[in-house]
């Protein structure tokens, strides 16, 4: 049973560029979370998805940044118009029932915006 | 996936006893980070530890880490029935691929 997998790995943008960032939960799980992790920081709660729904995104910003988890496919996080603030790691976990279930983590996509 | 090795698996104390867990790991590191997960709320962080580091205090919380037995310990003073939670450790490896390395968590209950 694969973990949770991210891709890519590593990912550069220019200011300004778009990032796409990909998700897949493990098999059974519906519920996708999304931390961001600055360097040198812990990680902070951005955003809870279930398939087709966003139940909490009490930590994403306001502007430039977007998820989504279709019913078919990955979970996305999107980046509009990077700036150098966004070069963070970039995790996801997901779990097979609610919120209280344990969480299992992807390796992270690491960002770096030049 | 979840790497890393945390003892025990799980805890159970009475309210105002302490309580100690463990985290181990394999690789060397920049540093390490205890979190925190209630029930119905996400992974909050505790506490960063970095590698030249031996002891860390936050509150009632005392991290030590010893990187010649590449182990840490999470020790909580004082426990409340609000400190019932999973406990994970990450550690930040110092190799090139910047990623967290987690532990399988340690399930802490205090019971009243």
């Known amino acids: 049973n694969a973990g949770v997998m991210q891709n890519p790995r590593h990912l550069v943008r220019r200011r300004g560029q778009e990032a796409r960032l990909r998700c897949s939960p493990m098999?059974?799980?519906?519920?996708v979370y999304w931390y961001r992790q600055l360097p040198e920081e812990g990680l902070k709660f951005m955003v809870y998805?279930?398939?087709?729904?966003?139940?909490?995104e009490s930590g994403m910003p306001k502007e430039r940044f977007s998820a989504e988890f279709p019913k078919e496919g990955p979970s996305i996080l999107r980046i509009q118009q990077v700036v150098r603030g966004d070069s963070a790691a970039y995790f996801c976990?997901?779990?097979?029932?609610?919120?209280?279930?344990?969480?299992?983590f992807g390796p992270g996509t690491r960002l770096l915006v030049l | 996936s979840q790497q890393g090795e945390e003892d025990p698996q799980a805890l159970s104390i009475q309210e105002g006893e302490n309580a100690t867990m463990n985290c181990s790991y394999k690789t060397s590191i920049n540093n390490l980070q205890w979190y925190r997960q209630n029930s119905g709320r996400g992974l909050v962080h505790l506490i960063l530890i970095r590698s030249n580091e031996r002891e860390k205090h936050s509150g009632r919380l005392r991290v030590t880490l010893d990187t010649s037995k590449k182990s840490s310990s999470l020790l909580i003073t004082a426990s409340r029935a609000a400190d019932t939670a999973s406990y994970f450790c990450a550690t930040d490896p110092m190799d090139s691929n910047y990623q967290l390395i987690w532990g399988a968590g340690t399930k802490l209950i205090i019971k009243p």
């Open positions: 098999k059974g799980h519906s519920h």
């Open positions: 976990a997901s779990s097979r029932g609610s919120w209280e279930e344990t969480q299992y």
């Open positions: 998805l279930q398939k087709e729904n966003i139940i909490d």
